[in-house]
């Protein structure tokens, strides 16, 4: 009889749960994916790690069941890898993408296209409840640069102003199955899901 790995996504995002259901889906046979309403933590860790394995945690005491969690931002290294694990909030307490896309833009005006590395990195973590041994996380970057200004519609946060190594299109310029294909996500939860295959019956 096939196998049903049930998992609960610790995010309130439905969009985030249609995303890991497409990446893990074809990783992991008989893999079930659910929601998560139950309490979210203050996201007060010092890495992605952290943060990814903080939210894992609160799911998988709050429901009983093996979580799954992410944290994930744009890191720019003539910034020292700022935003981070600030990506969401740094242009503001609106949050709002635009903010934060142009004041980015702004920071990097006089910088040059030699100088423009950035990555996208997401940390991705796995807790069981009630074992020992029972936290694991893995990381995955997808390099590229920071463009002069914003481009494409698809997407969302900084991909208009993301151009992917390899690329001369923005990351929303892809379509949602090229950027799966490449994604910082995917790298993480595929470095992620021999994990889940091996601890979640
Ligand atoms: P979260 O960890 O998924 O909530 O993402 C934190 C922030 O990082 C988001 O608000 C975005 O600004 C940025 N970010 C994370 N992943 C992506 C991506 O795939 N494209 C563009 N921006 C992203």
Redesign the pocket.
């Known amino acids: 009889m096939a196998v049903t790995r049930t998992l609960v996504l610790a ?1 309130h ?1 439905a969009h ?1 749960l249609e995303e890991l259901r497409r990446i893990l889906g074809p990783l992991i046979p008989g893999i079930e994916l659910i929601g998560y309403d139950g309490p979210e933590p203050v996201e007060n860790g010092l890495s ?1 790690a952290d ?1 990814a394995l903080l939210k894992a945690r609160a799911a998988a005491a709050h429901t009983g069941l093996p979580a799954i969690a ?5 890191s720019v290294d003539v910034l020292g890898g700022m ?1 981070g694990i600030f ?4 242009g503001g307490p609106a ?1 709002s ?1 635009r903010a ?1 896309v142009d004041l980015l833009l702004w920071q990097l005006t006089d910088v040059n296209d030699d100088h423009r590395a950035a990555g ?1 990195v ?1 940390a991705a973590a796995l807790v069981l409840p009630d074992v020992d041994d029972n936290e694991v996380c893995r990381v995955g970057v ?1 390099p590229g640069k920071i463009a002069r200004e914003p481009r494409g519609e698809h ?5 208009p102003i ?1 151009i992917p190594e390899g690329e001369t299109r923005s ?1 929303a310029e892809l379509s949602s199955e090229e ?1 799966d294909q490449l ?3 995917t790298r993480a939860f595929g470095a992620l899901a021999p994990e889940i295959r091996d601890r979640v019956a």
């Open positions: 995010s995002n985030k992605f943060n992410d944290d994930s931002g744009v935003p990506s969401a909030r740094w949050r993408d934060n996208f997401c997808w997407g969302f946060g900084y991909d993301f990351a950027k994604s910082h996500r």
